[in-house]
């Protein structure tokens, strides 16, 4: 049976189910012909090609040189670190043809980049030399900032106003050393006053396959969600005080010994101060029944990656599966002791020229003696999502959701140039458009569950139709037309892609 088919009849299958189941180089300037894979950089010219690039193992080629351009904030050690291949390397066409490709993914899912062209050319009949070509991003960004405080952007448009809407600015800036490194800081007012600041720095260490991720947030707010009823939350609101205060500093190792496998390891510390307004409306609110509480934690993810494009992928596929603990014993009273297991796996497929599929399966399970309200995190919010649910909140801590999609590309990748902007970071797009069919189901099971929550600890499903629109700077705006298992229809706007 052919991928094709396989694909095809688990949509049908599960769209019935829902239905009935009630060397490093420093930048140079080259003469070389510049070109890419999709197509030349200058149309009067075209690359050199590689005969025979394909279907052929006997002929081998030695790569002599390597040209990087454009890279004007890149170190070239950087981009290296991307590429699988060396001076010097001798491969038969097909591989250098696969190697080549994969350089350039690799270097686009950097986030350095919007465009890498590709072009070789042949001095003789077997040494090769290659040039990359790139269009680097803007590297800072000041930013306003409206933030919700609903768990999702359609829980709010539901009944939109700007009370429900804090704001303030953001300041990210990338690549500044041209090593990829990364800060962040973010502050906001109005019923959540924060202070948010990040650290990404370069990769250090041998063959540069190790990071530090540094993190502090302040935040106190007057208004706090302190259960869920008809599935959607109770919020709590004091006017005069602030209902809640938490801070947590916490600091990371990624390492990241090839190309796809990253390992994080995790160490942080969590300090949370609430109203006893909140205890007095749920007592589950905080563990063991305390208003007051601090704890450390820590946690390991490992993550396989071999998407084509991280941002909107359309084939290839993501392994990921991580344990945390809340509440190490390192403290006197640490009133914490709960254990969270997520696993998540991802796979994309190209069916025909215009045909994709995807399918992904999400879990998480979290098991202590202190099991609380405070950071519960089920069904409902932006990135734990079975579509076709977004006006519902599904509280617990334990839940899997499976998706699908089927896609149709209506509108093939261009780019074009928008004249009256100088930058090429900016002026130069690409965007495409895909018809996008899917079916999702999931459940979350909820030890306390109440009556009046009845999508707790029951079977969850829809199917429906949208479009995706993947643009530059990993932009992705879809829109979707959902039917769930209970007759519900609804129109729905997401900025992240389906899966």
Known sequence: MSLKTVYLLLFI??????????GLLQPATSTDVPGTIAGALNKDDAPEALPPMKGST???Y??????LEGNHATRASTIMR????????????DRLAARLEQARLNLMNTGLFNFVETAVKM??????????HFVERWNIWPLPVLELEEPNLNQWLDDPSFSALNYGISINAYNLSGRNESIHLGARAGNVQSLHLKLNTPYFGRGKSVRAELEYSLDRSKRRAYGTEDNEQLIARLTDAYISQEYAFS???????GFYNTHLFSFSFHYHNYADTLLELNPRFGPDGKSSFSFFSAGYTFRRDRRDIIAYPLEGYLVEAGITQNGLGLLSEENMRVTSLFASLRH???????WYAAWSAHGKWSEGTTLSYFDREGLGFSHSLVRGYEHYVIDGHKFFIFKTNLKYNLLPERVTEISRIPSEALSRIHYALYLNFFTDVGIMDDRHYLSDNNLANRWLSAT???LDLHTYYDIVLRYEFSLNRHGETGLFFHLAAPI
């Open 348 to 354: 994309y497929a190209k069916l025909t020229d215009h």
């Open 251 to 257: 600091g990371a190792l990624r390492l990241r010994p």
């Open 82 to 93: 991307e590429i699988p291949f060396a001076l010097g390397d001798s491969l038969s066409g």
């Open 62 to 67: 030695v790569i002599h040189r390597i040209t």
């Open 123 to 132: 001095p003789d009949s077997q040494a090769v030399a290659i040039r990359f």
């Open 464 to 466: 429906g139709i949208g």
């Open 58 to 60: 006997s002929a081998h």
């Open 13 to 22: 299958t599960l769209g019935c189910t829902m239905v009935h189941g009630n």
